[in-house]
């Protein structure tokens, strides 16, 4: 077996904890109700979970508003549910990466607190203030992600603050050295808690262009699109100073052991292999969001892939993601056949997948009646269909009321399909996506060909993605067939040939000879050689 650091090896899960479960019947999900099914994260085969933020918020945009960077939330549990989680993870073998937010803290945070009661008090500087233009309206053009101008008028001292998100978000000043040294302190105090990596929010946004001049009109923009649309983000992220800022990062966790360093990046392709670092010395998996975006083509994947392989810096490690918190669920985007197809992507592309909870039962957006919606974003900026909502609902473990995620009101609605799928149905039913998922994610840990083995595009002919990874005598050819139709798929002459997964889960053992046929919305793993 090559050796490999856990990261590389494994799969990343990740889990929005306000819905994964509830162990106190108040409809929001817990620590604790992590900590209770790491037996079934365990038995799906991950390696790691990454919990988006459960710290002290006023949960304005549901935690990634920080008011204590070392603390649990309340409504999470307590810090004592935090230690025994991750040791009760740790004694499964499952490490555990937090959900680390450092551009922007909430507007209830001391440091903000602070920091607004004067123009020269000490936390003044850790914020980003300016005055009024000339005409009284903001410094510059700098529109928030959320919708509205990124500065809100702060009566008390007559100055701007800037916010990329929303005005409960107030940014931090990453150019002050202060606030640096705060946060790796924070990030340290995990770190020693037996952390064992972050998860970085809008790690291209942490510096700004230092002179705030306005962004570009962007061509490209139509009505009906978010308003961050309507500019390109040419000063207000992304800057050549942020890399240095990730490298201090970096080196605060090569203070200990393996630890891993993920970044929350929107870029294109090549603005985002950047943040690999110099030398490698900046994040160690900055996310890849393409699959997010792309059509869903055989063509389109493979061009993708191709890219991606190709732009990676010498040494960099890839990884790939189908959907979070902030985007439609691949069910949705693809329709439940082609989410089986997207799974076999997944778990067989090169590189580290990190899963979002519930692709593994088919969960798909539900849709969120108007007097339901939560995200902040849906209300600044209604009809758009910009809500994360239908993204996020409880995750699906029953044939119960509420599928056994809570035994008060769910904060968001389930699934009306939730009796028919959820864990305990779909373990039960041997074809089912869940079965899927279990089997590619075994067969892949035990197959280092799989793992780390290497990537070669076979083709993209009649809408059927084909690609071989190898890694010394073991050798699989996988063929997907995006198209709706019959296809064959040709397979390596003089070589045997034997199916090893179907995702309709009904062809394994078949031998072949010369081709692989396959059914609409098929996708098979096959080993070749002996
Ligand atoms: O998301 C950053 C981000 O860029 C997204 O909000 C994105 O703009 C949007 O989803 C469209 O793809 C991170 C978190 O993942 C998100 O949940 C937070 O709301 C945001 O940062 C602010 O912390
Ligand atoms: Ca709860």
């Not at 090896?9 to 019947?25: A, L």
């Not at 985002?272 to 110099?278: N, Q």
């Not at 056994?404 to 959820?422: I, Q, S, V, Y």
């Amino acid at each position: 077996m090559p050796d490999q650091t856990w990261w590389k090896r494994g799969i990343v899960y990740q889990i929005y904890p306000r819905s994964f479960q509830d162990t106190n019947e108040d409809g929001i999900g817990d620590l604790e109700g992590i900590r209770r099914r790491l037996d079934y994260l365990a038995w799906l085969g991950v390696e790691a979970i990454w919990i988006s933020p459960f710290y002290p918020s006023p949960m304005a945009d549901f935690g990634y508003d920080v008011c204590d960077y070392r603390g649990v939330d309340p409504m999470f549990g307590t810090m004592e549910d935090f230690e025994r989680l991750v040791e009760d993870a740790h004694a499964r073998d499952l490490k555990v990466i937090l959900d680390f937010v450092p551009n922007h803290t909430s507007e209830e945070h001391p440091w903000f607190q602070r920091s607004r009661q004067s123009r020269d008090n000490d936390k003044r500087d850790w914020y980003i203030w300016r005055d009024a233009a000339p005409d009284g309206g903001p410094p510059n053009n700098w529109i928030s992600n959320f919708g509205g101008s990124a500065w809100q008028w702060d009566e008390a001292t007559g100055q701007y603050y800037y916010h990329a998100f929303l005005k409960e978000q107030p940014d931090l000043n990453w150019r002050n050295p202060e606030v640096r040294e705060a946060m790796y302190d924070a990030m340290r105090f995990w770190l020693d808690r037996g952390v064992d990596g972050f998860r970085v929010d809008v790690i291209w946004h942490l510096i700004k262009d230092e002179r705030f001049r306005d962004n570009p009109p962007n061509p490209s923009f139509q009505p009906g699109q978010a308003e961050i649309n309507r500019f390109l983000q040419v000063y207000s992220a992304d800057q050549p100073e942020v890399h240095e800022v990730i490298a201090e990062m970096r080196s605060v966790l090569q203070e200990y052991p393996e630890r891993v360093l993920i970044g929350e990046i929107y870029l294109p392709l090549e603005r985002l292999v950047a943040y690999y670092g110099a030398d490698l010395k900046g994040a160690h998996l900055p996310f890849n969001f393409q699959l997010l975006q792309a059509s869903w083509r055989a063509e389109e994947i493979a061009r993708l892939i191709v890219e991606y392989e190709d732009k990676l810096p010498y040494g960099g490690w890839p990884n790939w993601v189908l959907g979070n918190h902030d985007q439609k669920r691949i069910a949705t985007r693809v329709g439940l056949e082609q989410a089986r197809l997207a799974g076999m992507l997944l778990l067989t592309l090169r590189g580290t997948p990190t899963m979002y909870y519930g692709e593994e039962i088919g969960l798909g957006n539900v849709q969120i009646p108007p007097e339901a919606v939560q995200d902040p974003w849906e209300k600044n900026e209604p009809g758009l269909g910009l809500g994360r909502d239908p993204a996020r609902t409880p995750m699906q473990w029953e044939p119960t009321d509420n599928a056994g995620f809570t035994g008060g009101k769910p904060w968001l609605p389930l699934a009306m399909d939730h009796r028919e799928c959820n864990v305990a149905c779909l373990r039960e039913d041997e074809h089912s996506i869940l079965a899927l998922y279990h089997q590619l994610i075994h067969f892949r840990q035990s197959h280092a060909a799989l793992r780390v083995g290497s990537f070669e595009l076979g083709g993209t002919e009649g809408n059927v993605l084909a690609y071989e990874r190898r890694h010394g005598d073991e050798r699989f050819r996988i063929a997907l067939n995006f198209s709706q139709e019959n296809r064959s798929s040709a397979l390596p002459r003089g070589t045997k040939a034997r199916i090893v997964l179907s995702t309709a889960l009904d062809r394994t053992g078949e031998e072949l000879d010369g081709s692989v046929a396959l059914r609409p919305n098929e996708g098979i793993l096959v080993t070749l050689g002996e």
